[in-house]
């Protein structure tokens, strides 16, 4: 099994702050005889309105010595992710969660923002201190 992100609580506080119900603390996705390890599924209840109603959530500190590298990284997992899910669960959404320090560095950065442009990169940035979420993208 994958460790947590040290940002896990943090997130699954501030989901639950905005609305969301955590029905996946580690969501599986298997593909072949392959599984992959997705940090949480959330769903939006029943009644409420939401852009999406479920989605998947990958946690990313960015704490590592260079934030490019952490960004391949997460790039790499994002990705790999996403099209798994569109496999076996078409109707959540992956979104990448970074906390609100790494948006205002490598993503509101030229390359940050073409990852997020060429990519149709669907991210939320969260508030460690105050465990809410701040913004979604898109």
């Known amino acids: 099994m994958p460790a947590r992100?040290?940002?896990?609580d943090i997130v699954i506080k501030a989901l639950i702050k905005d609305g969301w119900e955590?029905?996946?603390?580690?969501l599986v996705l298997s593909f072949g005889n392959k599984d992959v390890y997705v940090d949480l599924g959330a769903e939006y209840p029943i009644g409420a309105e939401k852009n999406n109603s479920r989605i998947a959530v990958e946690i990313k500190s960015f704490l590592g010595a260079s934030d490019v590298r952490d960004l391949e990284i997460a790039l790499g997992q994002y990705n790999l992710y996403r099209d798994v899910l569109f496999e076996v669960e078409p109707a959540r959404n992956l979104y990448l969660a970074i906390p609100v320090r790494v948006f205002a560095g490598i993503f509101s950065d030229p390359l940050g923002q073409l990852v997020i442009k060429r990519q149709n990169?669907?991210?939320?940035?969260?508030d460690e201190s105050e465990g809410s979420i701040t913004k979604w993208i898109p």
């Open 5 to 8: 992100d040290v940002y896990h």
């Open 22 to 26: 955590i029905t996946d603390d580690l």
């Open 121 to 126: 990169l669907k991210l939320f940035v969260f």
